[in-house]
């Protein structure tokens, strides 16, 4: 096992009992579920992509009846709504 060091973190009651939960019927301790979301957390802000990337509404924009034609050529009209 890595060298873990100590830390105290606080939960709300619901994020609590969703863990203990989780833990229970996973037989994975609650400290190990908080270790694999941090490094989840962490390696998506480290990715670059946050939920706010604008390139996101691109996705699948043109699959919508109503959605635009030309989105590969006017993308920044499409994400923006002006001609940049």
Do not use: W
């Amino acid at each position: 096992m890595a060298n873990l060091k100590r830390k105290q973190v606080y939960l709300d009651e619901e994020s609590d009992r969703a863990l203990k939960s989780l833990a229970f019927t996973t037989k994975i301790s609650e400290a190990e579920h908080i270790r694999r979301a941090v490094r989840k957390y962490i390696a998506k802000l480290k990715s670059g992509v946050g939920d706010d990337d604008p390139l996101k509404e691109l996705i699948g924009l043109c699959d919508s009846p109503d959605g635009p034609t030309d989105a590969s050529i006017h993308h920044d009209t499409c994400l923006y709504g002006k001609q940049v």
